[in-house]
């Protein structure tokens, strides 16, 4: 017999508190499903702690330990993993065949969310971002802007998880969730599907000033532990091809992050390389063991020197430095710069907006205006959060402790 969809994927809750919640996947396979599967669980704010990954290269098998929330929706979770698993459909023969046709979904509509407020309190974008998470709705791109009157204007372009933002229904739901939120600052609040001359105001500028450039996206290691990330040296990457005859072994040994396993299983998908078997394990001191079987897309070991050397650097920038923070001065202002390296599919880190917003609600810090838009630089593409912060009377804290605190809000060190 075959396995029914709903079967795909099993979550057994945890019993007590501090115990993990067990999230089984049993589906066709395709190249970079651990990827999605992990940023889907990113998304949702849990940590894995611990996984094992097995596949025969048209089926497989993976099981994560997750740390949840109370508020966690797991109902809501296991659909949204299932949406990313490939579809089966049974044969004659009871078998049931991967269908790839199901793995080219249309790009969702992008709507672009406007209101006027009368002010902006401290927290208040923070606010905001959480109820479109809450809403399910994806930010794309962001700009708010403060009139010389005081009064802001925002504007979200976003796309709607769920598929509905085009009814009434999903619209009203979402403007009377906004309106709980703002309170009697909200002047007026409208969405509307946002055509190409619509979306092109979404797009940043297409500069970016060099002394950002040089420095933020930077490609060569840092000799030293700095700017709160890693030093090169905590991070251990090791290639052996003596273990399997047909698989090549990658042991990975470093500091435990916010989406650590996302970020590994991101840069394997872009580099089309198939894991056929993995397990990784963080311990309570944030150390992380990481031991992967891959191949190449023809199926073959990674035997070439300058592949193996390409793909471990690659592998360690993207554990040191995997999201790009600084605070510059921008005239008499100050600017928080983040860059968010964005898969080759073309999705970004998720919750990233939410994660920085946070950090500036907790440094109690306004924010003056926000442009979201992505860059094209050394060959790869960003996604660059440029935002403006309100100095008031007097900016109450240095810039590298801002720097600290988004830093360590992004990486889940608190």
């Not at 979904?105 to 959480?130: A, E, I, M, S």
């Amino acid at each position: 017999m075959g396995i029914l969809s709903e079967d795909m994927i099993l979550i057994k809750k945890a019993e007590k508190p501090g115990d993990h919640t067990v999230i089984t996947v049993n589906c066709p396979d395709k190249t970079g499903l651990g990827c999605d599967l992990c940023r889907i669980i990113l998304l949702f704010g849990l940590s894995i702690a611990r996984g094992d990954v097995s596949t025969d290269g048209k089926w497989c098998y993976l099981v994560f330990w997750v740390i949840g929330r109370p508020t966690t929706r797991w109902d809501l979770l296991k659909k949204r993993l299932l949406e990313v698993c490939p579809m089966c459909s049974p044969a004659v023969s009871e078998i049931y065949y991967y269908r790839p046709e199901f793995q080219q979904p249309k790009p969702p509509d992008v709507f672009l969310l406007k209101f006027w407020c009368y002010y902006v309190r401290k927290g208040l974008l923070h606010d905001v971002t959480k109820v479109l998470c809450e809403l399910e709705l994806t930010i794309k791109r962001v700009k708010v802007s403060t009139a010389p009157d005081g009064r802001v204007m925002d504007l979200f372009f976003v796309t709607d998880t769920r598929e509905l933002l085009h009814t009434k229904k999903r619209q009203a739901e979402t403007i009377g969730s906004l309106e709980a939120v703002l309170g009697d600052a909200i002047i007026s609040c409208e969405i509307e599907r946002a055509g190409p001359e619509v979306t092109a105001c979404s797009h940043g500028s297409s500069f970016l000033p060099s002394v950002i450039t040089q420095d933020m996206f930077c490609l060569e290691l840092p000799s030293k532990h700095r700017n709160g990330f890693l030093a090169s040296n905590s991070v251990s990457i090791t290639v052996d091809n003596s273990f399997s005859p047909s698989h090549t072994l990658v042991q990975i040994l470093c500091q435990d992050h916010k989406g650590l396993i996302y970020d590994i299983m991101r840069t394997l998908k872009d580099y089309n390389i198939q894991i056929s078997y993995g397990r990784f394990f963080a311990s309570a001191k944030r150390n992380c063991e990481v031991d992967l079987f891959i191949m190449q897309a023809d199926r073959k070991k990674i035997v070439d020197p300058h592949k193996q050397n390409a793909l471990c650097s690659r592998l360690r920038m993207e554990l040191i430095r995997p999201l790009r923070v600084d605070v510059l001065s921008r005239g008499p202002d100050t600017e928080l710069l983040v860059a968010n390296p964005v898969e080759l599919s073309g999705r970004g880190r998720p919750l990233v907006f939410y994660d920085i917003t946070l950090a500036l609600e907790i440094l109690n810090i306004l924010v003056f205006s926000v442009e979201i838009a992505r860059h094209r630089i050394h060959d790869r593409e960003w996604e660059v959060y440029r935002i403006l912060l309100d100095d008031g009377d007097g900016f109450p804290l240095p810039r590298n402790e801002i720097k600290e605190c988004v830093q360590k809000k992004l990486m889940g060190w608190e």
